[in-house]
């Protein structure tokens, strides 16, 4: 996107953010930066490699505004495309990019949030965590003048735009495939982990799936979040295996539970009996599905690194006093062993390259907002 075409709406994009920090004399600072930015335009389109020094020696350096993405689970391939998406946007916006990672520990994930109330942060990214346990520090936020918007938490605070994938339909995709393939009468293993607000969501699904469909028998329900994921689960799904051979279809609700699967399923020998179904998709996915012979012929996903960039344009809104909705549904597609093949697709920016649709959404994305390039 040229300059020319976003400077006035990205001025006022930083005027807003100024008015925030600042809302006590916000009318007389915000005519200062209106003044400076129309001397010193080449200020607001400040890329990344120089902002340290932009910071030190601009006038107008406490314009830029900081984005903080406080994650509660890092580990993982689709996480941290999750979080390179996030970067690609922030750094598109020309703004700081703050991460602080909570390791799965709420008592941490409450600091971090103090941490940035206390730099004064424009904007905060929740990536995951306990609602519950975050409620209270995330009013404190809003009421220090922060903007906040959640990825796949939701709070009760209606000032907090939630971004989320549409987990009903990701299920939804993934049980049409399996009835395509197997019918409507298989016997099953069924990959969970409870208490992670997207898994619960699947749940959901799955249970109502079985509920409509009587045919479907479910042998066994393992899964762990121990880490290193893959391995841990592989080791339960021997067992499981073990005990009943006779399973059909392996439904992993999280794609590294279906990598520990597909590993207990080849070491099995079983890969031509299984067939597995996964959410989620990652480069080491494509890869694993299309192995020769590979038991895991399906997956429904979001693009990872989208999901990142969309929740990026979400809090840039709410810090330009902008409503970008309450909910914020991304709607996924069904990702085939056969599709990968046929298209000869290698890695998640490839599949991204052919598929516009997986590319990006026209979600949280007004005409002044800048993206980055694909």
Same mark, same amino acid.
């Given at each position: 996107?040229?300059?020319?075409?976003?400077?006035?709406?990205?001025?006022?994009?930083?005027?807003?953010?100024?008015?925030?920090?600042?809302?006590?004399?916000?009318?007389?600072?915000?005519?200062?930066?209106?003044?400076?930015?129309?001397?010193?335009?080449?200020?607001?389109?400040?890329?990344?490699?120089?902002?340290?020094?932009?910071?030190?020696?601009?006038?107008?350096?406490?314009?830029?505004?900081?984005?903080?993405?406080?994650?509660?689970?890092?580990?993982?391939?689709?996480?941290?495309?999750?979080?390179?998406?996030?970067?690609?946007?922030?750094?598109?916006?020309?703004?700081?990019?703050?991460?602080?990672?909570?390791?799965? $520990?709420?008592? !941490?994930? *409450?600091?971090? =949030?103090?941490? /940035?109330?206390?730099?004064?942060?424009?904007?905060? %990214?929740? &990536?995951?965590?306990?609602?519950?346990?975050?409620?209270?520090?995330?009013?404190?936020?809003? $009421?220090?003048? !922060?903007? *906040?918007?959640? =990825?796949?938490? /939701?709070?009760?605070?209606?000032?907090?735009?939630? %971004?989320? &994938?549409?987990?009903?339909?990701?299920?939804?995709?993934?049980?049409?495939?399996?009835?395509? $393939?197997?019918?409507?009468?298989?016997?099953?293993?069924?990959?969970?982990?409870?208490?992670?607000?997207?898994?619960?969501?699947?749940?959901?699904?799955?249970?109502?799936?079985?509920?409509?469909?009587?045919?479907?028998?479910?042998?066994?329900?393992?899964?762990?979040?121990?880490?290193?994921?893959?391995?841990?689960?592989?080791?339960?799904?021997?067992?499981?295996?073990?005990?009943?051979?006779?399973?059909?279809?392996?439904?992993?609700?999280?794609?590294?539970?279906?990598?520990?699967?597909?590993?207990?399923?080849?070491?099995?020998?079983?890969?031509?009996?299984?067939?597995?179904?996964?959410?989620?998709?990652?480069?080491?996915?494509?890869?694993?599905?299309?192995?020769?012979?590979?038991?895991?012929?399906?997956?429904?996903?979001?693009?990872?690194?989208?999901?990142?960039?969309?929740?990026?344009?979400?809090?840039?809104?709410?810090?330009?006093?902008?409503?970008?909705?309450?909910?914020?549904?991304?709607?996924?597609?069904?990702?085939?062993?056969?599709?990968?093949?046929?298209?000869?697709?290698?890695?998640?920016?490839?599949?991204?390259?052919?598929?516009?649709?997986?590319?990006?959404?026209?979600?949280?994305?007004?005409?002044?907002?800048?993206?980055?390039?694909?």
């Amino acid at each position: 996107m040229k300059s020319e075409k976003v400077f006035d709406p990205w001025l006022d994009f930083y005027i807003a953010i100024s008015m925030r920090r600042f809302w006590v004399c916000c009318l007389f600072f915000a005519l200062i930066i209106a003044s400076a930015a129309l001397l010193f335009p080449s200020v607001v389109f400040a890329q990344k490699s120089n902002l340290q020094s932009n910071l030190q020696h601009d006038a107008t350096a406490q314009m830029v505004p900081r984005i903080a993405l406080i994650r509660f689970v890092s580990k993982g391939e689709v996480f941290e495309a999750y979080k390179e998406g996030v970067w690609r946007q922030v750094e598109a916006l020309g703004a700081q990019f703050i991460e602080m990672d909570a390791r799965r $520990d709420p008592k !941490i994930q *409450v600091e971090m =949030f103090e941490r /940035a109330i206390a730099m004064g942060v424009e904007g905060i %990214i929740v &990536q995951h965590g306990p609602a519950h346990v975050l409620e209270d520090v995330v009013q404190k936020a809003i $009421d220090a003048g !922060i903007a *906040v918007v959640s =990825f796949d938490v /939701a709070f009760k605070n209606e000032a907090v735009p939630h %971004i989320k &994938q549409s987990d009903v339909d990701l299920v939804a995709l993934l049980t049409e495939q399996m009835t395509k $393939d197997k019918g409507s009468a298989f016997k099953a293993a069924y990959v969970h982990f409870p208490g992670v607000e997207p898994f619960t969501r699947r749940d959901a699904a799955w249970q109502a799936f079985k509920h409509n469909n009587p045919g479907v028998q479910e042998l066994a329900t393992f899964g762990t979040l121990d880490i290193p994921v893959v391995r841990y689960t592989a080791n339960q799904a021997r067992a499981v295996l073990t005990a009943y051979p006779d399973i059909e279809v392996i439904f992993a609700i999280y794609d590294d539970f279906a990598q520990g699967v597909k590993l207990a399923v080849d070491e099995a020998g079983l890969s031509d009996k299984i067939k597995i179904y996964s959410t989620d998709i990652t480069d080491q996915d494509i890869k694993v599905m299309r192995e020769p012979g590979s038991p895991w012929v399906a997956t429904a996903a979001n693009n990872p690194y989208l999901l990142g960039e969309i929740s990026v344009r979400a809090v840039a809104m709410v810090m330009a006093g902008e409503d970008p909705g309450r909910e914020i549904v991304v709607k996924p597609r069904l990702i085939t062993q056969k599709l990968l093949n046929n298209m000869n697709i290698s890695s998640v920016e490839d599949l991204a390259r052919r598929l516009p649709d997986f590319a990006d959404q026209d979600i949280a994305k007004p005409d002044w907002m800048p993206t980055p390039e694909r």
